[in-house]
């Protein structure tokens, strides 16, 4: 018999902050659906990253390190 599949939502959220957000602390944010599955489920509050915002768009968008790509310098001519 197969194993259950995992139950995984994984929200994105481009160009902005998470301090914008109910679950990490706005309150001033109007975030009901996030506030509900936060306090369901899993925040991580200790995540960060370095680089620039397209080559991290790129490499969650694809599973591929930017390098790899060629997007790391925002300047890619490498086709997906």
């Known amino acids: ?3 259950p599949r995992p139950n995984i ?3 994105l959220i ?3 902050s998470p301090k914008f957000v109910g679950p990490y602390g706005d309150p001033l944010a109007r975030t ?6 936060a306090k ?7 995540c960060y990253t370095a680089p620039v915002c ?9 599973g591929r ?9 925002m300047r890619s001519t ?3």
């Open 1 to 3: 018999e197969k194993a």
């Open 9 to 11: 939502l994984w929200l």
């Open 14 to 16: 481009e160009d902005s």
């Open 32 to 37: 009901p659906t996030a506030d509900r599955l």
């Open 40 to 46: 369901e489920g899993i925040v991580f509050d200790r």
């Open 54 to 62: 397209a080559p991290s768009r790129n490499s969650l968008a694809t």
């Open 65 to 73: 390190y930017a390098s790899s790509m060629g997007t790391q310098h």
């Open 78 to 80: 490498r086709p997906l």
